[in-house]
């Protein structure tokens, strides 16, 4: 059986991500979406082992020490990292995973993890990008601008990742996201093991 391959996906905040991945995950029961781990208090509604992996700061720091991540970052005062178990598990099944990570942490995974495929997610203009968060109706005019900002930095590194999607379209995104998904399982290494038995 095929081991599944690690994807990291990243981009700037209000891209569509989010969206983009739901609607593969809706039509590919065979991914695993990477539930993160994190400090922080679960929100109402949220479940433990499905939204996040809910962990206290001691045993965070454990899994840390114990190098149990394959990237973690601390955010407005609370840890947030991806367990390597069950990635690694998803994998020995046969399935692929992905990640919805950032800039930094994709860096990490990409050290760690060298056959991780990234790919990086972009809106199809900055005006489209800035109208999309100032629809959300989320946040202050402020906080769009520094989201504006950091996406302009983080817009810097795409050229660091294997593949770029632009996400005019869901549907688009999603078709791209699967051709990626399926030409990285048809690389020779992959294929030579498949005929050879091994």
């Known amino acids: ?6 994807f990291v996906v990243s981009g700037p905040s209000g891209v569509g991500k989010s969206t ?10 065979d991914i695993y979406f990477s539930v993160s781990a994190t400090t922080r208090q679960p929100r109402a509604g949220e479940i433990d082992g499905v939204h996040y992996h809910f962990l206290d700061v001691d045993t965070f720091q454990q899994w840390i020490a114990d190098d ?8 407005v005062g609370n840890f947030y990292g991806t367990p390597k178990r069950f990635v690694d598990a998803a994998m020995d099944e046969g399935r692929d995973v992905i990640l919805d990570i950032e800039v930094q942490g994709a860096i990490q995974v990409a050290a ?6 990234r790919i990086f997610i972009a809106p199809p203009s900055w005006a489209e990008l800035e109208r999309r968060l100032i629809g959300r109706k989320t946040d202050s005019i402020e906080k769009i601008q520094k989201r504006l900002v950091r996406a302009k930095v983080e817009f810097q590194t795409a050229h660091t990742y ?16 699967e051709a990626i998904m399926t030409a990285e399982h048809c690389k020779p290494q992959e294929r030579m093991e498949i005929i050879s038995g091994k």
């Open 20 to 29: 983009v991945l739901q609607a593969l995950l809706d039509r590919r029961k």
């Open 112 to 117: 760690k993890r060298p056959g991780t495929v």
């Open 68 to 75: 149990q991540f394959l990237e973690y970052a601390e955010y």
């Open 162 to 177: 294997e593949y770029f999607v632009i996400n005019d379209t869901v549907e688009e995104a999603v078709r791209e996201l």
């Open 1 to 6: 059986m095929r081991r599944g391959k690690t």
